[in-house]
């Protein structure tokens, strides 16, 4: 995992003050990662084109135009002119080699977007409009510097914007790359180094960009073992069954040694699963609220729900239920919250009285589990997205992994399954989050079917492949 920033301006001036790094010197960094970038994908001889704004973000892109220069068709077009002093002092330097520059923007294998940098903090006027859609409207492999031009500061998406392949920002990873409404426009993100370790340019923060490499599978290693050692989930089933049937196999075939499915009523099982009317004694965690509906009378919940100790994963109906989010209260029990935002505000209004509507916590995503925290920072809070956000504590964490494969019913079901087969192995409540959620993501990835055909009953075999990859 990466560490994550709101701003890289502290971390830029460190390096001026304590490593004697001048602007220019980072500018040049920035300008020599793009260029090994587009020296990586793309043969001498292409063409690019280069949009450079007025600031240093434009005197970033007028540095890669140098350096490209004699080896790629550079054309660098400057539609605003340019105004800091980096970015005249740039411009003397591919003028002296012979670069000109353009008077209009036209089509190139790849096109730089370098005109605003780390987030525009007003609307874009309409000359600005009007360009950025001409460049959209190119067939040229896009590249954003530092973060596209109509992404905000902090991550909210303009009514337009430049729509990336990848964006290549600029010292560290920054959080306004990694806002839900903006990801279909930002593209892949690779961090570009400023000419010295990470260890060094970076310092603290409490919050993280997961990566495939961070999954760890519960795999089994011991061979003296039985079923308890794996731990045994008790999944609560209501009113729609087959999503707790689905929560239970996938908490199966993640590892937990015995799943039951608790329902009063006698119900079809897959030969994987045990039914009870009542939370076996040996259960070492609990899931409720996929299809849970009215199910359950309040006296059996508070039994075998919020006055148990076990560790418990809270989903779906159970944050329609004031009793059963009482369990948040409790400080001495591990305990994950996993909402999509629609269940965010209903959970928020029944804790707080507080009436959020859902695009407000799309478009402050990290403010709203920040604020979730500060209330209750012993429980962990997953808040399902195109990025999901799991928070515990003082530490966020952001998994960007997801597809649109997993935009179908039953996803949801399926995460809650992996996250308390987790808990019931003795997992911490963060770990547990984490990984299940990382599972489930490179689960969709390794499905090779139709992106419009997954099931949720894939999802769960292709956990079951995860320990092969």
Known sequence: MQRVFRSCETLDKKCYASYGLTEDILMEHAA???EQYIRAHFPKGSSVLIVAGLGNNGADG???ARLLYGDYEVKLYLPFGV????AKLQLSRAQALGI????EAEDADVIVDAIFGAGINRLMDD???LLIHKLNSFEGFKIACDIPTGVGEDGSLMPLAFNAGITLTMGAYKEALYLDESKDVVGKIERISLGLSSSLYETESHTFVLEPGDMKLPVRRKEVTHKGTFGHAAIFTGEKEGAGIMAGTAATRFGAGLTTLVNHEKIMVPPCLMHASTVPETASALAIGMGLGDYFDIDFLQKYVICSHLPIVLDADAFSSLPLLSIVEQRDREIVLTPHPKEFVSLWKLLTGEILKVSEVQSKRFEMVRMFNHRYPHVTLLLKGANTLI??????????LGCSKLSKGGSGDVLSGLIVSLLAQGYPAIDAAIQGSLALVTAAKNYSGSSYAMLATDLIDEVARLELY
């Open 100 to 103: 000109e520059k353009e008077e």
């Open 83 to 86: 105004k800091s002093p980096m």
């Open 32 to 34: 020599t990662g793009m």
């Open 391 to 400: 928070m515990q504590e003082e530490n966020l964490y952001i998994n960007p």
């Open 62 to 64: 007028i540095a890669l």
């Open 127 to 129: 000359q600005t409009i």
